[in-house]
């Protein structure tokens, strides 16, 4: 039983015990063949007095404990009340942090994809920068001065809805970083098997792409490479990463060499002296691949340095630096 309960039991049993033993008292009083009637007229009225006081002074007081009672519960209510009021209130708080730190690592994870595409594009970023590609000025940012006065409902409301603003930007945001991530990244190996360099450090073009007077028959024939006149036994290289598909003699070409960068490149080196790499073999750019020579339908020694996109000849010309194009 609680105090308020366990008083209000105790006054009303007080009350009761009181009225018995004013009843016992005035009884015997009233009983005592020895009293003068004259004494037992004076007790009597004082006896009932005092009774009605007391019983009086009981209901009162009892009156006053229910009173005290019925406001400790309706206070009690209100406890619980707002302690339910206050649970709430935390598990919403809980729950937006929990969202935050969420959103932060999203963020986080962005940051991360930013880098990575700053690194495959060779761009540096500035000093003292945060997170970039997040424009204009957020108008409805969050003010202390103006959430103070907002009730706590709005304000978590509020920031739901920042949250979820950020939430969707921020998905977005990955989704075109992951886009342009894959599309530089397909730029940048199309680049790195893209042929950018000359097939020797010396020489000089002797024969260009295209239609030319045959050197043996006299007749108008198609020229589907360059031929770069050096020095036999010249360094040979590839000019690009990618993987050797033949090595060895083929009718007119001689000692050929012919590699695959990928994406339907293709780069072909003929009239070799030697082959110093064998099909199979994976090359990078500059790798020596063999060396000059006049093997094959040749007129001296020189090499027949050849590009084809997807089994189409292209002007090989079109592919050596510009400094060695123009000799």
């Given at each position: 039983?609680?105090?308020?309960e ?10 009761v015990?009181m009225?018995?033993?004013m ?5 015997h009083?009233?009983?005592r ?5 004259i004494?037992?007229?004076?007790i009597?009225?004082?006896v009932?007095?005092v009774?009605?006081?007391?019983v009086?002074?009981?209901?009162w007081?009892c009156?006053?404990?229910?009173d005290?009672?019925?406001?400790s ?8 009340r707002l302690?339910a009021?206050?649970e ?5 708080l809980r ?6 730190k969420?959103?932060?690592r999203?963020?986080?994870?962005l940051?991360?994809l930013e880098t990575?595409?700053?690194t495959v594009?060779?761009?540096?970023p500035?000093?003292?920068t945060g997170?970039s ?5 957020m108008?409805?940012a969050?003010?202390?001065?103006r ?8 304000l978590?409301r509020?920031?739901?809805t920042q949250?979820?603003?950020l939430q969707?930007t ?9 886009e342009?991530?894959n599309?530089?990244q397909?730029?940048?190996e199309?680049?790195?098997?893209m042929?950018?360099?000359?097939p020797?450090?010396?020489g000089?073009i ?6 030319r007077?045959s050197p ?5 024939e198609?020229?589907?490479?360059i ?5 036999i036994?010249?360094g040979?290289?590839?000019t690009?990463?990618?993987v050797v598909t ?15 960068h ?16 064998e099909?199979?073999?994976k ?10 020579g ?13 590009v084809?996109?997807n ?5 090989a ?8 194009a123009?000799?």
């Amino acid at each position: 039983m609680r105090p308020v309960e366990d008083g209000l039991f105790i006054n009303e049993k007080m009350e009761v015990y009181m009225l018995e033993i004013m009843s016992k008292i005035r009884s015997h009083l009233m009983n005592r063949s020895a009293m003068p009637d004259i004494l037992r007229q004076i007790i009597t009225p004082a006896v009932v007095l005092v009774t009605a006081v007391v019983v009086y002074a009981g209901t009162w007081y009892c009156a006053d404990v229910r009173d005290i009672y019925a406001r400790s519960r309706i206070q009690q209510g209100e406890i619980v009340r707002l302690k339910a009021g206050v649970e709430k209130k935390d598990s919403q708080l809980r729950l937006l942090s929990m969202r935050l730190k969420m959103l932060n690592r999203k963020m986080a994870e962005l940051s991360d994809l930013e880098t990575r595409i700053r690194t495959v594009a060779g761009v540096t970023p500035e000093k003292h920068t945060g997170f970039s590609g997040v424009g204009g000025e957020m108008t409805d940012a969050i003010d202390p001065v103006r959430t103070a006065a907002i009730h706590y409902d709005d304000l978590a409301r509020y920031l739901d809805t920042q949250i979820d603003r950020l939430q969707i930007t921020s998905a977005h945001k990955s989704e075109s970083l992951k886009e342009l991530l894959n599309i530089l990244q397909t730029e940048k190996e199309i680049l790195s098997v893209m042929p950018s360099i000359s097939p020797v450090e010396g020489g000089s073009i002797s024969s260009g792409f295209g239609y030319r007077k045959s050197p043996f028959s006299g007749k108008r024939e198609f020229h589907t490479g360059i031929d770069i006149a050096d020095g036999i036994g010249a360094g040979v290289r590839a000019t690009a990463d990618g993987v050797v598909t033949f090595s060895g003699r083929r009718g007119t070409f001689g000692n050929l060499v012919v590699i695959d960068h990928g994406h339907g490149i293709v780069s072909m080196y003929g009239h070799l002296s030697k082959c110093i790499v064998e099909q199979g073999e994976k090359v990078i750019k500059g790798q020596a691949v063999g060396a000059v020579g006049s093997t094959g339908r040749s007129t001296g020694p020189h090499i027949h340095y050849e590009v084809r996109f997807n089994g189409i000849p292209m002007d090989a010309g079109k592919y050596l630096p510009e400094h060695f194009a123009k000799r």
